[in-house]
């Protein structure tokens, strides 16, 4: 019987991550549909949106039927634990102000420049000049982005869903942010700056180290005092580190320079 | 045939060297050691309960305070 409380968590880790992930694929997908066409770069994301869910099947399905649960539970755990123990250390660091926030602006206007670039040295040049027909380079670049930020997705999908022995809630919960994320982008048609990321991830890095270190723990045969209830609780836990830490790390910002320029 | 295998491999190995180390092989040992306390402590309730979240977060800010913004010059 699965409780209450690790199914929402596990709804929310998957959800939270792939829609952090599917922005910044999404960012890539409008900079190819507008600088190269939109017809080639969406079918560029929709075969690798297939090609990760022909992975979250062919892999998933086999650990969950094949290997046993204590196992599984120690590897996905140790695999949670450092995804999201390294989520968390990027979203603390860039809260605390020592690393550069997620520029989706930023990475669009690089992508855009690179497309119309290879535009014009195929002879077909610039923004705005969008390909009526198939663009092999539009497909390649909406391909990349959405298989790469999707890995990601994918792993955690197999490792949430595999250990709780609920793969197609966490594949449904992922299809879900891939959807939300595509719909609000098609219908703002750009790409999704104003996405608080950092808090995302940060709240899905928190999901992540909680799950992992009960998985751990579990496949390990650590008897958690209130046992599922034990996950909203490291939860707490790593809220109050993540603050704590944060608060931490702003104190150790470097002094800005003397000729004025801000370090930060 | 066995260049492309040893190729695929390497590959292969590179990606999940650069997910799971990357530049950040503190978190990769803090998980090691995370798990290998967790066998060690087998049943222990309430041992196990407070040392591993202790332990996340001791490694957690080794490895935070490793990727902070240093003055130029030191």
Do not use: C
């Amino acid at each position: 019987m699965h409780s209450t409380s690790s199914t929402i968590v596990l709804v929310l880790a998957v959800f939270g991550a792939s829609a952090v992930e599917m922005v910044e694929a999404l960012t890539i997908v409008v900079a190819a549909g507008v600088s190269r066409g939109w017809r080639s770069a969406l079918e560029g994301a929709a075969a690798a949106a297939v090609v990760l869910g022909v992975l979250v099947v062919v892999v998933g399905v086999p650990l969950v039927r094949y290997i046993p649960l204590d196992a599984l539970r120690v590897v996905v755990g140790a695999l949670l634990l450092v995804l999201g123990l390294s989520w968390l250390r990027k979203a603390i660091l860039r809260s605390s102000g020592h690393k550069d926030l997620h520029d989706e602006d930023k990475i669009y206007a690089e992508t855009v420049a690179e497309l119309s670039e290879t535009g014009a040295e195929s002879g077909t040049p610039g923004q705005g000049r969008v390909h009526p027909g198939r663009d092999g380079v539009a497909f390649v670049v909406a391909f990349k982005g959405v298989f790469l930020e999707g890995t990601e997705v994918v792993l955690i999908v197999i490792s949430l869903g595999a250990a709780q022995h609920r793969l197609g809630l966490a594949a449904l919960a992922a299809a879900a942010a891939l959807v939300v994320v595509a719909a609000v982008g098609l219908l703002v048609s750009r790409q999704l700056s104003e996405v608080p990321e950092n808090t995302i991830k940060t709240a899905v890095g928190i999901m992540l180290t909680s799950f992992g270190l009960f998985w751990v723990g579990e496949g390990a045969g650590v008897n958690w005092p209130g046992s599922d209830l034990a996950i909203p609780v490291l939860i707490g836990f790593f809220i109050v580190v993540t603050l704590a830490y944060t608060a931490f790390m702003r104190t150790k910002l470097p002094a800005p320079s003397p000729e004025g320029s801000a370090a930060a | 045939m066995t260049a492309f295998l040893v190729r695929g491999v390497k590959t292969f190995g590179k990606f999940w060297w650069d997910f799971l180390v990357g530049d950040t092989p503190e978190l990769a040992l803090a998980t090691g050691v995370i798990v290998a306390l967790a066998f060690l402590i087998d049943g222990e309730r309430l041992v196990g309960a407070i040392l591993l979240p202790l332990l996340a977060a001791a490694f957690l800010l080794v490895s935070t305070l490793r990727g902070r913004r240093r003055s130029p010059g030191r």
